[in-house]
């Protein structure tokens, strides 16, 4: 009556909340206190004051869990949970084939049978199950974590990450070598990222692959995919391209980031303090070639704020540089790796210096680097960024 767009995961839920028949009232409250647990674990003990008869089923022990968990990397909504508990068991990806198996529609006679909604139900729930699973459910966590991705702020694709907790379950149901189901999830996940897969219309996208995969087998259908999303053109061109970019919060750059975490980088011109230390403790995204010194030069927003200007770097190290150019700078940088004083982070060896600079792709002869040369900068470092990502994907 507001104006309010209901989607098919809407539907689906009043769907099943309204069936007592099959315990779908039941199976929509396992969804919503699940989902809100893993938000709010407190909120364990408001169940069992107010809920008394579902705290009897058994259910709510299957999440009691999520009662001392404050991971936030993959909170679902139930959106996403009737997603992948939906896509995982009945190998398909379109939420208003689920409204319709709940209601009983045989798809090959096209007739409604009671017997089809029955098992819809029972197959539903094996799913959530399968999803709230704990062990299920942090051996996932573990795997993207594994990947490089630490923190919430680095996952930028839920529909990515729900198609990768689709893919864990089914490989899991196959009883795959667990060794290989966690290479596959990470190269996957990461794969789903590079190429936005699931960005533009998601829910076509994952039905299709999930009947190909059904087909197929992971291992034939993911050669292709591979072949197709991730070939040499890709990784020399079209990835250089798509880092051209001045939005901070891009999946490409907080790839990027998760990249360094996997291959252990240090910060910009920080001998010790890792990229995941800076992560983990909220530390700041800087300029190599300063936004003071390039505003002063008259550049805008979308010129200073480049993915390929941006490092994560200790902010009394970002203090100390100020406004300076690179020239200016980055000759210091030289001179106290020659027995100068020391102006910016504790890096004084010329050979750690340098790994620094490969580590966080700074191109070479930035002391000499002013202005003119801003946008040959970006350029190279795009390029040497795709090829750290490159490197970091074929170690999954």
Known sequence: SQGAVLSQADFAMSKIAANEKYGGNTLRKIIDYFCHLAVAPEFYDHIIGVDKEFAKTGYLQSMAWLRKENDDLYDPSYTD??????????????????????????????????????????????????FINETNFKRFLMIIRSAGFIDSSLTRSQNALNFAYILYLILREKKEYSGKIESYVRRWYVMSVISGRYAGSPESTIDADIRRIDEMGFAPYFENVEKAELSDARWNSGLPQQLNSSVASSPLFRLF????????????????????????????????FPRGYLKAEGLNRTRYNQIANFVMMQSEINIAIGNKSPKHYFSQLAGQCSGGKMRFGAICNPDELKENFKMNCIPEGMEERELDEYDGFLEERRNLMAKRIRGYYRSL
Do not use: P, W
Not at 118 to 125: D, I, M, N
Not at 259 to 269: H, R, S
Not at 279 to 286: A, K, P, Q, Y
């Open 81 to 130: 949970m009737l997603r992948v508990a939906f896509t995982s068991e009945f190998k398909r990806g379109k939420l208003q084939d689920l409204v319709a198996l709940l209601s009983g529609r045989n798809f090959e006679t096209r007739v409604y049978e009671e017997s089809i909604a029955e098992a819809s139900f029972k197959r539903l729930e094996k799913g959530t199950l399968n």
């Open 257 to 288: 980031l998760a990249a360094q975490v996997k291959l252990g980088d240090k910060g910009f011109l920080s001998k010790d303090i890792s990229i995941a230390d800076l992560i983990t403790h909220r530390g700041d995204v800087h300029h190599v």
